[in-house]
């Protein structure tokens, strides 16, 4: 096992109750999301979550059983750098007590990524940009602006997309970006200011838009994360 392995786990092993789970139960409609708080780690052995009690628990009741996969994300956002963990398991057992619990496998492999780096992580999803409308102007008239593509870098700062270049976008032009994510069934959308714009195929009119995000903080991190979680999930197991 190599260092960096080795210290993603021990990281998992030392992560203090109470930290802000998320799980995602795999069913054949769509996933079930359930949030709950981490009861503890048996290194190497098991992990021990909180069982919740609202509708989406009650809703995924059906599926909470013995050996059914789900995927799990972490996330310590008390830590200066909001460090994410996310890696797939399955349940072990459901314990009903005073405070139930519900009992997952110790995960064979990890994804870690720090949340608010300022580095760029390297990504691939599909996404696209239009311009935002003028303060007045009909909504609709931003459709045919439309520029479909790939979400190709991103952090907490900003980050990079690929796609077809227009001549409504230009630099300082404050847009917005969806993008696809596929593990939790949905599309979702966030300002963004372009920065620069760079021709990558010259016959295709393709080119690469780099962007500031432009939303709240809270809502610049949830987006972040989600991104961020979604790539890591679609990595090999």
Not at 8 to 27: D, G, K, R
Not at 116 to 127: D, G, K, M
Not at 162 to 179: A, N
Not at 198 to 211: A, N, T, V
Request: hydrophobic share 35%.
């Amino acid at each position: 096992m190599g260092s960096s392995t080795t210290y993603e786990f021990s990281y998992l092993n030392s992560m203090p109750c109470n930290t802000e789970v998320t799980i995602q139960v795999v069913t054949p409609s769509q996933p079930i999301r359930l949030r709950t708080r981490l009861i503890g780690v048996d290194p190497h052995r098991a992990i021990i979550f909180a069982l919740g009690s609202d509708n989406s628990w009650q809703e995924a009741k059906k599926f909470l059983k013995p050996g059914q996969p789900i995927i799990v994300r972490l996330v310590n956002s008390d830590e200066p750098d909001a460090n994410i963990l996310a890696f797939r398991s399955s349940i072990r057992k459901l314990l009903g007590s005073t405070e139930p619990w519900l009992i997952i496998d110790y995960p064979k492999a990890l994804q870690k990524v720090a949340l608010r780096q300022h580095s760029r992580i390297a990504i691939n999803l599909e996404a696209s940009i239009q311009v935002m409308p003028a303060e007045g102007s009909d909504e609709g008239e931003t459709t045919q602006l439309l520029s479909p593509g790939q979400l190709s870098n991103i952090s907490i700062n900003g980050g990079a997309f690929i796609g077809k270049i227009l001549q409504e976008i230009s630099v300082e032009t404050p847009c917005l970006l969806q993008v696809k994510v596929l593990q939790e069934a949905e599309t979702m959308s966030i300002p963004i200011t372009i920065k620069n714009i760079q021709d990558i195929e010259y016959g295709r009119m393709r080119g690469q838009y780099g962007f500031e995000l432009s939303g709240e903080k809270s809502e610049t991190e949830t987006f972040v994360q989600k991104v961020i979680l979604n790539h890591l999930l679609q990595q090999p197991k």
